[in-house]
């Protein structure tokens, strides 16, 4: 069964503090990894890696993928407030299916 | 904002009654995937359509059901409702060679 892990669970750090959240995945057909962010209602798009070891980068959020170990980070650094939602990490199983992880709760605190 | 919508925003229904809920999708996009997302937990797949074939279908029962429309908008069905359906259900639309899905807003689904 496809699956997507991801920790911590729930993060709470302080503003300028910088963040990594993991996410691990076992699925049996790959074709790309994608990070949301999920405020209140709608998943917001961030990133979407498809090869390993290139890091996709946009201001303070960056993102790797590895498809050797099955993972993938997602860092913030300088955080702020805003930065404050779920992060949900996603598998595209070639178009059929978007497996989603449970999400990290990241609470910044001024 | 993504350009899916969907309506309406929230819904209250009793248990085994039927609901259907909808989404019109970002212009250009013709696929539309259906999520069923629990307080706390991350989207689980209902199905998916593209060109209003069922293209896909996640561990769901029968009872939930949907529609594609020529436009492209869509439907989600869900006969007998339990209160575990209570939820946030979530559409997003695609371009079919694209991986990337825009969300709409989601229904947010109370069953009493």
């Known amino acids: 069964e496809d699956k997507v892990v991801q920790s911590p669970l729930s993060l709470v750090v302080h503003e300028g503090d910088t963040v990594t959240l993991n996410c691990s995945y076992e699925v049996t057909n790959f074709r790309s990894l994608l990070w949301y962010k999920q405020e209140k209602k709608a998943p917001t798009f961030l990133f979407m890696l498809t090869s390993s070891g290139i890091e996709k980068k946009s201001g303070r959020l960056s993102s790797i993928l590895d498809k050797k170990e099955l993972f993938s980070i997602l860092n913030i650094t300088a955080t702020q407030t805003g930065d404050s939602a779920v992060y949900l990490c996603?598998?595209?199983?070639?178009?059929?299916?978007?497996?989603f992880g449970p999400g990290t709760r990241l609470s910044v605190l001024p | 904002e993504t350009g899916v919508t969907q309506s309406p925003t929230h819904l209250i229904k009793t248990r085994g009654q039927q609901v259907t809920l909808r989404c019109s999708s970002q212009s250009g996009h013709n696929t539309v995937s259906w999520y069923q997302q629990a307080l706390g937990q991350g989207p689980q797949f209902i199905f998916q359509y593209y060109r209003e074939e069922e293209n896909g279908r996640g561990n769901f029962p029968p009872r939930f059901s949907g529609l594609q429309f020529p436009n492209y908008s869509s439907e989600l069905n869900v006969n007998a409702l339990e209160l575990d359906d209570s939820a946030l259900y979530l559409c997003?639309?695609?371009?079919?060679?694209?991986?990337?899905?825009?969300f709409g807003p989601g229904t947010r689904l109370t069953v009493l």
């Open positions: 996603a598998v595209d199983n070639y178009g059929q299916n978007f497996v």
């Open positions: 997003a639309s695609s371009w079919r060679e694209e991986d990337t899905q825009y």
